[in-house]
């Protein structure tokens, strides 16, 4: 038996998979104990395990892990121009599975070094230039951080003939830090790989130790993955499909959670009309965004505030549901917002939760999708494109807790669609709508080299059509 072992903010998840047979055996959680010791959470889960599983004792042959355990993986990205520079620093950040915590462009002043300090984040992501374009404010930025009282890990991936002498000002000032290539050679190239295994490098081998991770290290059978990583995998492998399975197509996956909501899409996102011109750099074919203010019990209350009552008591008209009046909605939602591990009791709740739910989803996916604009010129009218256009996308799928145990994930994923109210956001038009009905993308995503064919037949099984 193989388990994945997802060391959550909110609970540790563990999933028993019997490669031999392809199936998956069975899934258990118990809430995650970072703040003591981790893997007591662990055993609870496994003991959960055991018990839905009828034995005593689990032959594990390998145990595969992924973890947002205490704040997950916090970065802090700084580069020349936002528009550029920083931008693509973030995809690189966002794709290798952190959690944007600041972004600085133009020079780091006096100021922005005290703001990154009280941030303390776990990384900081150091761009600026193209190569052999401007390479002063990369060195500019490089000499304030190393006068910083950060004590944290920097990775440099901007202009390569600034890289060494940066490198050389942070060494000399005691930091820790490692070059990798420009995320931005070009202005037009996206050249994000390097700088995603550069991270990923640095959180298994510095990161997962300085949060309390290293018990958890000592178990598993391969590095510990930021669990968004994993999911990233995950989905890319369910797009892609193996030799011997097909895969799912374009897709777009939506992770809705307590404290944020993720969108991923897997595609091109070229322009599907003509007279079409692409506006801005590229964007990555497995894209991650996460809105940190949409979260279905953290940030509950973050939602009403950025949609306004009336699109949360839309969304619930829409599932057939009378909404509250805006003050009971918000001291619902200030509720959730504190208890933090509420279940739904009953049908107001659960209503509650999807109209959340629906109005997050439909607020990320347009953030996460491109847009479009039309501009007249004589020879007729032209369409601007800015960021990936996703309406050819055929399959969208939920995962997350509400997925797993809500009657309304069709309601849910409806709202990652097209929507004549906004016409310019090109989400998809006509998808398959699809659940992770027992919650396992993140275990897809830590499979997905050990055993992509076998991990893919089981997790497609496990898709139900909604």
Not at 103 to 132: K, V
Not at 298 to 306: F, G, L, M, P, T
Not at 384 to 399: A, M, N, P, S, W
């Amino acid at each position: 038996m193989v388990l994945a072992v997802d060391f959550g903010s909110t609970y540790t998840k563990v999933a028993a998979f019997d490669l031999n047979n392809e199936v998956l055996a069975g899934v258990a959680k118990s809430a995650t104990t970072v703040d003591t010791d981790i893997m007591i959470g662990y055993g609870k889960a496994l003991e959960a395990l055991k018990e839905e599983l009828g034995q005593e004792d689990l032959e594990i042959e390998r145990i595969f892990s992924s973890s947002s355990a205490a704040g997950g993986l916090r970065m802090v990205v700084a580069g020349f121009t936002n528009e550029l520079t920083t931008r693509a620093a973030r995809e690189a950040a966002l794709g290798a599975g952190a959690k944007v915590v600041g972004t600085f462009a133009n020079g780091i002043s006096s100021a922005d070094c005290a703001a990154i300090e009280r941030i303390a984040p776990d990384l900081i992501l150091l761009t600026g230039g193209t190569d052999g374009g401007n390479k002063q404010v990369a060195l500019s930025n490089a000499a304030a951080l190393a006068a910083s009282r950060l004590d944290v890990p920097f990775i440099i991936a901007g202009n390569k003939m600034a890289s060494d002498e940066a490198l050389k000002m942070l060494e000399e000032a005691g930091k820790y830090a490692v070059i990798t290539e420009n995320v931005l050679p070009e202005l037009d190239v996206l050249n994000i790989e390097p700088t995603r295994s550069a991270i990923r490098e640095v959180f298994m081998r510095r990161i997962t130790l300085a949060k309390g991770l290293e018990k958890a290290q000592a178990m598993v059978s391969d590095s510990i993955m930021p669990t968004p990583l994993a999911v990233l995998k995950g989905a890319t492998l369910l797009s892609a499909g193996t030799e011997g399975e097909e895969g799912l197509g374009d897709l777009m996956a939506v992770d809705v959670g307590g404290a944020t909501t993720d969108v991923i899409s897997i595609s091109y996102g070229r322009p599907t009309m003509t007279n079409t011109v692409l506006k801005g750099i590229a964007e990555p074919y497995d894209k991650r965004t996460v809105e940190g203010d949409l979260g279905i019990r953290y940030n509950a209350v973050s939602i009403i505030e950025v949609a306004g009552s009336d699109m949360l008591e839309k969304k619930m008209s829409l599932i057939g549901a009378q909404a509250p009046d805006p003050q009971t909605l918000q001291k619902m939602a200030e509720n959730l917002s504190v208890n933090v591990d509420h279940i739904p009791k009953n049908d107001l709740d659960r209503l509650l939760d999807a109209g959340l739910a629906s109005t997050a989803v439909d607020i990320a996916t347009r953030r996460h999708a491109g847009t479009f604009e039309e501009a007249y010129f004589p020879s007729g009218t032209v369409r601007i494109q800015r960021g990936k256009d996703l309406t050819e996308v055929q399959c969208v799928i939920g995962t997350g807790g509400i997925f797993a145990y809500s009657e309304l994930q069709l309601h849910i994923l409806r709202s990652a669609c097209f929507d004549q109210g906004f016409p310019e956001s090109l989400r998809p038009v006509s998808p398959v709508h699809m659940v992770d009905e027992a919650y396992i993308l993140y275990a897809l995503g830590l499979l997905a080299e050990f055993a992509p064919l076998k991990a893919l037949r089981i997790f497609k099984r496990s898709l139900r059509r909604v």
